[in-house]
């Protein structure tokens, strides 16, 4: 390749034909392909290369603590679990018509693995998506308050199409923390979905909410109103696996 060539691919940010441009030429003439089909592969090549940048941008974006994936969840293992009903999340049909999804269900069982697992499944398929904590989301939102940051930091959460909220009823949430909590759900309310994982079914969530009836009751109409509901029933992955290595 010459040096101006280079420099126009260079110029033009196509990075990927710059690198393998030489190869495929190489390929082209030894397969007696058409000039068609070398530059048809090579702007296919440099559109892999963008969206696979674009897809692990996403996912640094999403804030994950891994990134599962619904191949790697074992099914046989919770004592109760709906296959088909998860299955048919990663379709992701459910952000299309903002819907939102709650798994239930004791600790060690997978919901968080489910909920980040759909949130890769979101990246990859190019929807943004934003992972957190219920108690970060909170802190960040009361901190924001006292920065005078609130409505840019509010933002952040309404914007994405998937929002995950994560071990919502782990920890107590006080009167703040639950109206804090309840602008977020508010915001997105029939715009775009949010995953949730619990550890309470919805006639406990009051306890979650400092046994604010109103405020729970708010909450839940934002929730529930447009949601998918998934109950997993069963002891705990951990324990199993602290078990089985004694």
């Known amino acids: 390749m010459n040096k101006t060539l280079e420099a126009t691919l260079t110029a033009l940010k196509l990075s990927?034909?710059?690198?393998?441009?030489?190869?495929?030429?190489?390929?082209?003439?030894?397969?007696?392909?058409?000039p068609h089909e070398l530059i048809e592969r090579l702007l296919e090549g440099e559109l892999a290369k963008r969206n696979a940048r674009a897809v692990e941008r996403r996912l640094r974006q999403a804030k994950l603590s891994r990134r599962p994936t619904l191949?790697?969840?074992?099914?046989?293992?919770?004592?109760k679990i709906n296959a088909d009903q998860i299955r048919h999340l990663f379709t992701l049909n459910f952000i299309k018509k903002a819907t939102n999804v709650v798994?239930?269900?004791?600790?060690?069982?997978?919901?968080?693995?489910?909920?980040?697992?759909?949130?890769?499944?979101?990246?990859?398929?190019?929807?943004?998506a934003l992972f957190a904590s219920a108690t970060t989301i909170i802190n960040e939102?009361?901190?924001a308050r006292q920065l005078g940051t609130f409505t840019k930091t509010l933002k952040r959460y309404l914007k994405p199409e998937m929002l995950v909220i994560d071990e919502l009823g782990y920890l107590p949430v006080d009167k703040l923390g639950a109206e804090l909590l309840f602008q977020v759900l508010a915001g997105r309310y029939e715009k775009a979905s949010t995953v949730i994982t619990t550890n309470r079914i919805y006639k406990e969530w009051n306890k979650t909410f400092?046994?604010?009836?109103?405020?729970?009751?708010?909450?839940?109409?934002?929730?529930?109103?447009?949601?998918?509901?998934?109950?997993?029933e069963g002891q705990s992955y951990r324990l199993r696996d602290r078990v089985n290595h004694q």
């Open 16 to 34: 990927w034909v710059r690198e393998n441009i030489d190869e495929e030429v190489a390929i082209a003439v030894r397969k007696n392909r058409s």
């Open 71 to 79: 191949v790697d969840f074992d099914f046989n293992w919770p004592e």
């Open 103 to 128: 798994f239930i269900g004791n600790v060690g069982l997978g919901k968080s693995h489910l909920a980040e697992a759909l949130a890769v499944q979101a990246c990859e398929h190019h929807i943004n």
């Open 141 to 143: 939102l009361a901190d």
């Open 210 to 232: 400092a046994n604010d009836n109103a405020m729970t009751a708010a909450v839940l109409d934002r929730v529930v109103h447009h949601c998918e509901t998934i109950i997993i």
